[in-house]
């Protein structure tokens, strides 16, 4: 079974922290995702990448950076936190042309 | 206007019913289509793919019209457990294999 792993289910951060969000995936999958989650917006693309050390923007990626060092994990930073960051944050990946997998969500919560 | 579009619904419906949803998307380059479902605060997963030539699994049906952009999801005889968020997903070309999701439509059957 493809498992994609989030570090974290729930997240309270202030604002203004940089926030680490880890999403590792064991099935050797070129392309991982980041999308944000909030109610009545539907699941939006932040960054995602096809292969390590590439990456591309998606349609919200203000205030986030990522990184891919390594196949496996691709992570989500939010570089200064802020109260509109407030989101659940879902990681997926994919092999070329297959369906995705995702994580079980990160609940992040800025105050 | 957004590249994947869904009703959001709600759509509220009898156990036994017959339901569809439509999509549209707007990128004519769009290679790969799925159907995706999400219960309350669970991640997205897969229902099923969505072929050229339609393709059917149990009690549920999917539709792909590449002239018209569109996608069709049918579920027939539904039942309780049927209650979900049903999101529409569409793979597209942009540099990387990018993955768009439509917003979601929210179904709940009532006994």
């Known amino acids: 079974d493809v498992k994609v792993t989030q570090s974290s289910r729930y997240l309270v951060k202030r604002t203004g922290e940089k926030v680490f969000l880890e999403c590792v995936q064991d099935m050797d999958h070129e392309n991982m995702f980041w999308y944000r989650q909030d109610p009545g917006l539907g699941l939006r693309l932040i960054y995602f990448?096809?292969?390590?050390?590439?990456?591309e923007k998606g349609d919200i990626p203000e205030g986030y950076s990522v990184s891919r060092e390594k196949k496996e994990r691709f992570s989500l930073i939010l570089e200064s936190a802020s109260t509109n960051q407030t989101s659940m944050y879902l990681c997926a990946s994919t092999a070329d042309r297959s369906e995705a997998f995702f994580g079980q969500g990160t609940r992040l919560t800025v105050v | 206007r957004k590249e994947v579009e869904q009703d959001p619904g709600p759509f509220n419906v009898p156990e036994g019913a017959t339901v569809a949803f439509n999509c549209t998307y707007s990128?004519?380059?769009?290679?790969?289509f799925f159907w995706y479902r999400q219960d309350c605060r669970k991640e997205p997963k897969l229902l099923m793919s969505?072929?050229?030539s339609g393709n059917e699994d149990g009690r549920f049906t999917a539709q792909l019209n590449r002239a018209s952009q569109y996608i069709s999801l049918l579920i027939r005889d539904s039942k309780l457990s049927d209650s979900a968020t049903y999101l529409c997903v569409v793979r597209a070309i942009q540099g990387a294999q990018k993955l768009v999701f439509g917003q979601g439509t929210r179904l709940t059957i009532n006994p």
């Open positions: 990448s096809y292969d390590v050390k590439m990456k």
């Open positions: 969505v072929y050229s």
């Open positions: 990128n004519s380059a769009s290679q790969s």
